[in-house]
């Protein structure tokens, strides 16, 4: 069904991280305990001459699970839109790299998304300004760019803004904020533009997503053949690495993502051997087929409830199957040297595998 060779045997195998120098000894990672959090701050402490990792986490039960990972690392408990907290934050890490991944995807209500992504951002590029940071690496998003307008279309560096709803806005604003503080020469910044991300340390939404695609539950929205990208978290946590250390990525944006944009009806195919592989038992009942137009209302109705100010999950991602949003890497490659290492069913099976091993109902 179109979808590429993973170019992986193994996710777990998958680590490029002690062959990326760092800029310095030191890091400071915003949302150290998300999904992609999780995934860098362990790459980080593989990297050699890596020698300290400042965290900024929510919780206390979040700052514990970080700390016993290695002496190394020292976690500030706070809030990114806390200004007390980012002073802990950076108080004394001297001039260290700053990954800020913290961001809100699916809020309560639609303000919390510019309070997190456009004034958190804010507050963390003034305070790594004043700790003289060597470099900012922002973590952004597709939404700032909103669907491609045809199916074999894909998104470049040079593609123009067009913010899909709120949280498309909220990113847009924060790439801006970021690109402003590097033209203005307060900080070294680069830009990396993720997808949809998979792999190891995923929230409850997409252990979810596995359990509808387990069941036979999860829709396919006409025709099947609209394409994502999507990237695995060590694809884009090498990504994030190498933006970090590569002299020539200063003041640039990259889209970074797994080697080719996959069709949906693949991506729910894939899921299925993914799990069927570790074991677990498959609905034979293909997946549901949603009419275009069904979606097309889901993401007007998306529209007016986000207008009001409320935020509807599923509302949300329903109006966005109808969509292809895929992006090309050619720059990332090019540039940082950058090269995906897994691909879609071994980064499936390896998160899989990962759900197990937690616990995790799929």
Wanted: proline content about 6%.
């Amino acid at each position: 069904m179109g979808e590429p060779t993973p170019t992986a045997d193994d996710a777990d195998d998958a680590d490029d991280a002690g062959s990326i120098a760092p800029r310095g000894p030191g890091a400071v990672v915003t949302g150290a305990a998300g999904w992609l959090g999780q995934n860098l701050v362990r790459a980080l402490l593989r990297q050699p001459g890596r020698e300290r990792v400042r965290c900024l986490v929510r919780t206390d039960a979040e700052a514990a699970g970080l700390a016993v990972l290695d002496a190394r690392v020292s976690v500030v408990v706070g809030d990114v839109r806390d200004p007390a907290a980012l002073d802990e934050l950076f108080d004394g890490v001297g001039a260290a790299s700053v990954f800020h991944a913290a961001a809100v995807i699916h809020p309560r209500r639609v303000r919390e998304l510019f309070d997190v992504n456009v004034g958190g951002t804010q507050l963390v590029l003034d305070r790594a300004r004043r700790a003289n940071a060597r470099r900012f690496v922002h973590v952004s998003s597709n939404s700032p760019f909103g669907a491609n307008p045809h199916e074999s279309d894909r998104f470049t560096e040079d593609s123009p803004y067009a913010p899909y709803l709120a949280y498309g806005h909220s990113k847009h604003e924060a790439e801006l904020l970021v690109t402003r503080a590097h033209e203005r020469g307060d900080l070294e910044t680069v830009i990396v533009r993720p997808p949809w991300f998979y792999g190891p340390f995923q929230p409850a939404r997409q252990t979810r997503f596995f359990a509808a695609v387990r069941k036979g539950r999860f829709p396919v929205v006409a025709p099947g053949s609209q394409r994502r990208s999507m990237v695995h978290t060590a694809n884009l946590v090498q990504g994030l690495l190498r933006a970090e250390s590569v002299d020539a990525a200063a003041g640039r944006a990259y889209w970074v993502a797994d080697a080719e944009p996959y069709e949906l009806r693949a991506i729910v195919a894939t899921v299925r051997e993914a799990l069927a592989a570790e074991g677990f038992p498959v609905s034979s009942r293909p997946a549901p087929r949603v009419p275009r137009a069904v979606a097309v209302v889901a993401a007007r109705a998306d529209a007016l409830v986000q207008a009001a100010g409320h935020y509807v999950q599923a509302l949300h991602v329903l109006g966005e199957l109808k969509d292809t949003i895929a992006c090309d890497i050619g720059r990332a490659r090019a540039e940082l040297g950058y090269e995906p290492r897994v691909g879609l069913l071994a980064g499936m099976r390896a998160s899989v595998r990962w759900c197990v091993e937690n616990g995790l109902a799929i």
